[in-house]
């Protein structure tokens, strides 16, 4: 059996030549081990592993971490992902690490999780090149050469003038075709789209794709140049997003992942499963409430299902179509109503499209054509009713200042239930000699 140093170099290569197959071995390994593996890496290739570990499961093994290695793991880490990681971490908790870093990487951190969640300053980056004014090209060009040896490459050269200042910016090919004795401010563009630090990372994203830019500077409400917001980064950050508001649209969590903990899943889950529940007894009371007229024609029950699931479909189409409006903000508030109307017309014409086939379909089935009656009115009018509803629900969502993505579908399952078995049942009332 090799002794535990023995071993250490060998990990030490694995985490060299494959972090993120290294993150997915921290992640299946028991904290005791991994917490073992991480106090005795090097600092820079912890912080390797980090980057593709899932968030959960960094902040459990960060909160975790001897006050030694924590401190020198933090300095190591990217900024951005520090600041995630410490954020889905207790208050107490994140206070207590942060205070055992440096006063420089304090300041950081503290200055990123000042910003909100889902702001432009929260995914900034100062990894850009910024150059004051009065400098000449040829400086600038050996200067950006000294800096393309440590990496740091950039289409775009900001300008600042003394006061840190957004003065402009300069494309590199501008640079390199400018005669070389002339100062940036001569050759530099002063017209420079910027954005906000607290600016929705939405918007950023819509004003970046409208533009054409690779990278947008963040500045502050004095014009200091605090960062930059690259595509590539921005993209990513939407594309989580918008895998979040899939989840909360089903009701889990928006930062859960496959390997979160089974308590963490249970927290987020389970409050909305009680109100799926809540939900679920409000149709079965509308059942309930025909029961009589259930008991005396029974294949009414073999229906039921039918209109429902059909609504529950025709309305998720409806959310679907809208909450990618309202996500890619396609929705103005003047044409809101719009929508509403469009959608409860394509409802309607679903429901008679449909109510007709259902229609038809009863009565071969059962022999009697006003089923087939009471069927396809009752799909008209709940499908009219999902059109209706799986735009009004995630506008009104949004509109009181909800999150729609949270629970839309809970609430329009609700909806086409409670209308769809109301609609069939009560029809049958009303046609119950002709069913009889």
């Given at each position: 059996m090799p002794r535990r140093g023995s071993l250490l170099p060998i990990v030490q290569r694995f985490f060299e030549l494959d972090p993120k197959a290294a993150a997915l071995s921290l992640e299946t390994m028991d904290e005791e081990t991994a917490l073992q593996v991480l106090d005795a890496l090097p600092p820079k290739l912890a912080a390797d592993a980090f980057h593709h570990l899932d968030i959960a499961r960094a902040a459990s093994l960060i909160s975790q971490l001897r006050g030694e290695t924590f401190k020198a793991l933090a300095e190591t880490l990217d900024p951005q992902l520090a600041a995630g990681i410490l954020l889905t971490l207790p208050e107490d908790v994140r206070h207590t690490l942060i205070e055992l870093l440096p006063d420089r990487s304090k300041g950081r951190l503290r200055e990123l999780l000042e910003y909100p969640e889902n702001s432009a300053g929260r995914i900034m980056?100062?990894?850009?090149?910024?150059f004051h004014s009065s400098i000449r090209v040829k400086d600038a060009i050996l200067k950006l050469r000294r800096l393309a040896k440590k990496g740091i490459p950039s289409s775009y050269l900001y300008v600042v003038d003394e006061a840190n200042n957004l003065a402009g910016v300069i494309f590199m090919r501008d640079l390199l075709i400018a005669d070389p004795k002339t100062t940036l401010s001569s050759i530099m563009r002063t017209e420079v789209f910027s954005i906000d630090p607290f600016m929705d990372r939405e918007e950023v994203a819509n004003e970046l794709t409208k533009h054409g830019f690779f990278a947008v500077p963040v500045v502050d409400s004095e014009k200091r140049l605090l960062g930059i917001v690259k595509s590539e980064h921005l993209l990513s950050h939407v594309q989580e997003e918008a895998t979040e508001d899939i989840q909360k649209l089903f009701g889990a969590g928006g930062n859960e992942r496959s390997f979160s903990p089974v308590g963490f899943s249970l927290r987020k889950r389970l409050p909305w499963l009680y109100v799926n529940l809540a939900t679920a007894f409000l149709a079965a009371s509308v059942i309930g409430m025909f029961e009589p007229i259930i008991a005396q024609i029974t294949i009414l029950a073999v229906f039921l299902p039918v209109v429902a699931g059909q609504g529950g479909n025709a309305g998720a189409q409806s959310l679907a179509v809208v909450m990618?409006?309202?996500?890619?903000?396609?929705?103005?508030?003047?044409?809101?109503?719009?929508?509403?109307?469009?959608?409860?017309?394509?409802?309607?014409?679903?429901?008679v499209i449909i109510g007709v086939v259902t229609a038809g379909v009863a009565w071969l089935w059962h022999g009697n054509p006003w089923l087939g009656v009471v069927i396809g009115l009752a799909m008209i009018v709940n499908l009219l009713a999902a059109g209706f509803s799986g735009a009004a629900i995630p506008i009104g969502m949004k509109a009181v200042g909800l999150d729609p993505a949270q629970s839309s579908s809970i609430v329009l399952t609700t909806v086409t239930d409670v209308v769809g078995f109301f609609a069939f049942l009560g029809l049958a009332v009303v046609f119950q000699s002709q069913l009889m």
């Open positions: 980056t100062t990894d850009f090149l910024a990618r409006g309202l996500v890619m903000r396609e929705i103005p508030a003047t044409r809101v109503w719009n929508l509403i109307l469009k959608e409860t017309r394509i409802g309607m014409f679903n429901g």
